[in-house]
């Protein structure tokens, strides 16, 4: 157990500048308690991927990651055969018998890890960040279940590996896919939505030293405007920031219609959006 | 404790989320590591063990207020909790008169309510709310309506209008600002206002469990899940709701079309054969195998857009715009009475809305007086485009089949079904309400390759996921 309570979860994460609101520091919190896997999911660059980042280093894990595709398989996720390796055991040895041979083969000797198997194997305690699982297809995700129900690989030569310590889980997903139901019961669901305009002013004001509280404040409040909007593609939290990035950079001290016209591209990545945008944000709406 | 959360999960299942048994169990083991005088905690605990689903998130809230009213917001809140049914009798049917007394009450309460919206003042915004449920609401003991009702009578008192009006003067100033700054300033008021109404909403549930308890009051609120409304009757929240669902629908959908029958991949790759076997010692140990060319389906989408089906079309068209970045090769047509292509008003980079604008404004769709005639519009389509089809077309159409007592001239849908791989018909209305009045959904039946009622999100869900297209025929069969 590393933390003995939810808000220890949202205070440790702020020393990294991760601000984590009531749900997340919950479940975190819970997943530490009850071993369980989280299965986050929430709209591009709301801090998915950083959040797994964010908990190895406050709880000083090392962080194993495995980025999804469409086309992972076993070799790629659990573990493979060294064949090259073992072919040469096999060429240099003619004194023993095959026997011999075969059995001295299968061994750990040969085994070549990848992450999941590597979580497994971990001597100490690690947190495994399974990146945009919804890009595997749904036959490859029963790979994962095995390893997230049990914490364990079964390898048919050698036998099942249990995992030393008990590891953190992160799978994120984009949500471009529904995930099958045998892999959701087995996690701790997690969605992150864009932060309320208050949280995201304190994200700001930890993630770009020296900004003005009045212009974080007037940041946070564009991109929520922004994200009323019907767009293509919504802000993110990154791009908020970076936006901040630029405005401190142009000395701007308050936005303006002028100075959002002029920067309007670092938020949005659309020439419709961007035009919808700026017209939308200069005209008074209709009550 | 444990009661409640037995009662509060069947209270999800009743409302149509599934939940597990697996994750009862991991719900109850969860509350058991936990401090259960924290109702946000208690909150986010049961939703992610039990709710693994973001649109079931609205039945959750909704079961949680009702279930958990009672736990306290936070643990340090020492503010006590009064207890409601005491002053529901006590103010039963008060405020009911404007007299004098009530009017300098309400006067008050806005006050109240403004200074601490202002100041963000939780506890003072929850003791204003009460006030104002005490003296507005009249809630009266043992009375069957539901929680909008008295929400409604709530807010209609109050008269919100007038404490936005408020809050937007104290916020703008000497109204020295531009149209972008009023346009914040009006933002950040209407979260505020927002904020105020669930806090109201909040608190009338509370009264209303103490005086019915948990089982009738959650029975009164219950509402269907967004995948079981009725695709014809949905508001258009509803439709931009079920928009986030469609998108992963559409991915699938494209996937059960493109999938093989076949085991193997693709012929021997030769080339890679040989060098592979380099490292078995030239033994041919490991063939390779070229990638199978991906089966790439051709779609082409039939949409009714008359005004019987408003709702429906509208739906479809959104479906057939998230259709749209999955086929390379898919072709959508719009018909009334007769038929138009709109493909290209769905290209890339193009937002839904002004897709549909364009279509209503350009695509000749209408032929005589607007009213769907199923009949010509295919003769047309057959006419027109007929000679494209390939055995790699598959062709759904979507639409009530009612044709206005015109010819049906079924067989034309017969022609293009020789000649596509399959026909799809999917259609909007209750499977017993077809081939009554003007439906003529059995005679086109005769011709589909197979034909699905989907009303709900849920239906849609299911045909994608059932869906099994015979293979692609070969030019010989034709």
Redesign the interface.
Known sequence: MTFAAPQNVADALRTVDYLANERISQVVFLADQLDKPVLVEGPAGVGKTELAKAVAKVTERDLIRLQCYEGLDEAKALYEWNYKKQLLRIQSDVDHDWDTISHDIFSEEFLLTRPLLEAIRATSPVVLLIDEVDRVEVETEALLLEILSEFQVSIPELGTMVANTQPLVFLTSNNTRELSEALKRRCLFLHIDYPDAEREKEILNARVPGLSEHLAEQVAKVARSIRSLDLKKAPSVSETIDWARTLLALSVEDVDEGVLGDTLHVLLKYQTDIEKAAKELTSTPQP | MLGVITGFVEELRAAGV?V?M??AI?GM??VE???LGDR??LR??L???L????RH?RAFDTAFDIYFATVPLRKDDTDEEPDPTREMTQDGGGGQGGSGDAEIDRQDLLNALLEALARMDQEALRRGVRNAVDHLAGMEPGRPVGGTYYLYRTLRRLDLAELEDRLLEEMMGDGDI???????I???VQ?LIDRLREEIQDEIRRRLVADRGREAVAKTLRRPLIEDIDLMHATSSDLAEME?AI???T??LAARLSRRRRKRAGRLDFRRTVRKSL???GVPADPQFRHPRPHRPEVWLLCDISGSMATFSRFTLQFTHAMSTHFSKLRSFAFVDTIDEVTDFFGP?I?F?SAVARITAEAEVVWLDGHSDYGNSLETFHARYGPQITPRTTVIVTGDARNNYRPARETVLGEIAKKARAVVWLNPEPRAYWDTGDSTMGRYATYCTSVHEVRTLRQLEEFVETLTLPAGRTMQNV
Request: proline share 4%.
């Open positions: 599934p597990s697996v994750e991991d083991r969860a590591a936990i401090d946000i905690g986010e605990t939703r992610a063990t709710v693994k689903n973001l998130e531009s149209e972008f700054e009023e346009r914040l009006r933002e950040e979260a986030a998108g992963p629908l991915r699938k490292a078995t010692g980079g937002d809305g």
